[in-house]
């Protein structure tokens, strides 16, 4: 038998690591699976589609089946019950949100019950920060107003917020600086603990805490403040797999109102009820769930999206503008639009072959650096495991690139097709 190279500690704390990248490599795997079978019944019929559709078939034959047992999760997060409010916690209407004159969300109409659980989605960018800060009281609006209603307490945490916590406290007397009077001693024992904080680390002083640390403490106070709108951003940042697992399950079961924007798609999913998608400058719900919402865009449900004005478009043109379009619309030249829709539909099949490529040789290192793991310990594992995270969100990026390719390849192919019959 092999012996492994260090002590029994890091042994478990390396099994635990691994476990963790083929859990993820698990679902990742999962998901790849319906995302070939969905590909091949939606082009399988197409003749221009059917060269791609054995490929990816023949990639899904050779597609591994990891199976990871279920284990009981040992961190346990307990929420305490939010306080009683009306049956509306806040409402926005028509309301511009940015930075001085730059505008960053227009036309803004949100309205929250009791219970709405809301994910928030978009591009890096798009706003989705913004909107927390301006429902956390952070950031006035630029016209409107955000209303809050009766007896409503907002608890907010995003990275900065870690920068307020008093330097001086230990991390217990951190985490339950704005605990109510009934919350137990041993509650926010129990949520340091869940935090990763134990034995001396709970009675260490903030100031010489690392930034992730800080964060979690941040994360730890908001969650014991038993507001009735928790507003989380990017809460799973600097947390191992098993608390954000019970911090998942504590909050998909919380009474009171979510808000988050995470880029952990199977956070959102199991939290949010409810979608809001924040797309060129404008806010649009979706009442259903995550997965709904990702089949409506997949599906092009949502299409339409696309067609909204830039914040950068004037809006009111003035009938002497739309009257000139008018007539710049009959000079339209057919030849050169289909010229150019087929030089754009050679760009993007050029650009999908590249991503394939280059998601061939990720994978390869993938399973290299898997591997590897088993054979080290200590911060190497660690940083093995962190390099297996960031070569796994590359290729779950460039897959998500793949498929919006793929979908404007198809609409510009459409487009093609009508203008051969026209």
Known sequence: MTKFPGNIDDYFASKALLREQLTKAALGAQAKRQEVLDFAARFGAKATKARQVQSRLKQLEKMEVIEVQALP??????????????????????????????????DLRLELKLGDHLGVVGLNGAGKST???????????????????????VSYFAQHVAERLNPEDTVVEAIGTFAKADVKRQDI????????????????KVRVLSGGEKSRVALG???????SCLLLDE???????????????????????????????????????????????????????????????????????????????????DAENLEREKSEAVKFN???????????????????????????????????????LLTVSGMQATDLAKKLADLQ???????????????????????????DGA
Not at 75 to 97: F, M
Not at 133 to 151: D, I, M, R, T, Y
């Open 235 to 317: 809460p799973t940042n600097h947390l191992d797999f098993d608390t954000v697992e019970a911090l998942t399950q504590a909050l998909a079961s919380y009474a009171g109102t979510v808000v988050t924007v995470s880029h952990d798609r199977g956070f959102v999913r199991r939290i949010a009820s409810k979608i809001l998608e924040i797309h060129n400058g404008r806010a649009e719900f979706y009442p259903g769930s995550y997965d709904e919402y990702v089949w409506s865009v997949q599906k092009g449900v949502l299409s339409k999206r696309h067609l909204t004005p830039s914040p950068d478009v004037d809006e009111r043109r």
């Open 73 to 106: 999760v040992t961190a346990k997060i307990r929420l305490p019950e939010p306080n009683r409010t009306g049956k509306i916690v806040v409402q926005i209407e028509d309301s511009k949100l940015g930075y001085g004159e730059k505008v960053i969300l227009r």
């Open 334 to 372: 057919y030849k050169d639009h289909k010229k150019q829709l087929e030089r754009e539909i050679r760009l993007f099949e050029k650009e999908m072959a590249s991503i394939e490529k280059a998601n061939d040789e990720r994978r390869a290192k993938v399973l290299g650096l898997t591997e590897q």
């Open 189 to 204: 024992l129990d949520l340091a603990g869940s935090l990763l904080f134990s034995g001396d680390d709970m009675h260490k």
């Open 221 to 227: 106070q908001v969650l014991l403040k038993r507001a």
């Open 393 to 419: 969100a590359e290729v779950d990026q460039s897959e998500h690139r793949y498929l919006e390719c793929l979908e404007e390849h198809d609409r510009l192919a459409g487009e093609v097709a009508r203008l």
């Open 131 to 153: 909107l927390l800060k301006a429902l956390a009281g952070e950031l006035l609006p630029l016209s409107g107003e955000v209303k809050f209603g009766q007896g409503v307490e």
